[in-house]
């Protein structure tokens, strides 16, 4: 499977407690972005990746988030403490340097639910 | 305001017809605009973009962007049972890689 590659698929974790997913980009895909989606609207920008540099942090991003990607490769997403508001489908999306038009390409999703 | 504005739906149309797929966007350095198609409890689909004024056709999907206006479209020709999914409309825009999406538009295709 050459396609984004993302783990967990689901995660159930109880209020309060770390969490940590991976994503394995597309291998040539130097650009990498994490989203995260709730019900009924559309994927909302977290962060963004190039190679081993994080070059852009969504606003919205809590402290209690950080994100990685050691030596360019896969990147993890850390959530801290976690609170019921954190739970939604976090998408990792990548693409490839030299596409003017950064057509990215999602990963399954991991599903986060926090109880 | 949010920036990239989808009717909700649910868009209904009968098999075979084209089903029309509009979305409205307020940033004029917007500069490139993506459709994906995503599945109930999936990850979105990427199915086309496109950046210039004017029509752009990839199999039974067009995509139509009017900059003056501010307004992308997605047609879909043909509609199968199969395109019954939320299309959800996205933009991103010089010096941003990020993309910024609308909420979607759920289409209902009935056979």
């Known amino acids: 499977d050459t396609g984004v590659s993302q783990d967990p698929r689901h995660k159930i974790t109880k209020r309060g407690q770390n969490v940590t997913f991976r994503c394995d980009p597309i291998?040539?895909?130097?650009?990498l972005y994490w989203y995260r989606q709730t019900l009924g609207q559309g994927p909302e920008f977290l962060t963004y990746?190039?190679?081993?540099?994080?070059?852009?942090k969504s606003r919205l991003l809590s402290d209690r988030f950080s994100a990685e990607r050691p030596k360019g490769s896969f990147s993890t997403l850390e959530i801290q403490r976690t609170e019921q508001g954190d739970s939604a489908m976090y998408l990792c999306?990548?693409?490839?340097?030299?596409?003017?038009?950064?057509?990215?390409?999602f990963g399954q999703g991991t599903r986060l639910t926090v109880v | 305001q949010k920036e990239v504005e989808q009717n909700s739906g649910p868009l209904s149309v009968p098999e075979g017809a084209i089903a029309s797929l509009n979305c409205t966007y307020s940033?004029?350095?917007?500069?490139?605009f993506f459709w994906y198609r995503q599945y109930s409890g999936k990850s979105p689909e990427l199915i086309m973009f496109?950046?210039?004024?004017g029509d752009k056709e990839d199999g039974r999907f067009t995509a139509q962007l009017n900059k003056a206006s501010q307004y992308v479209s997605l047609l879909i020709r043909d509609s199968q049972p199969s395109d019954s999914a939320t299309y959800l409309c996205?933009?991103?825009?010089?010096?941003?890689?990020?993309?910024?999406f609308g909420s979607g538009t759920r289409l209902q295709v009935q056979p």
């Open positions: 999306a990548s693409s490839v340097r030299g596409t003017t038009k950064d057509e990215a390409f």
């Open positions: 291998s040539e895909h130097n650009r």
């Open positions: 990746f190039q190679n081993e540099a994080q070059l852009e």
């Open positions: 940033d004029r350095g917007s500069q490139s």
């Open positions: 496109i950046y210039s004024n």
């Open positions: 996205a933009e991103n825009y010089t010096g941003r890689r990020a993309l910024t």
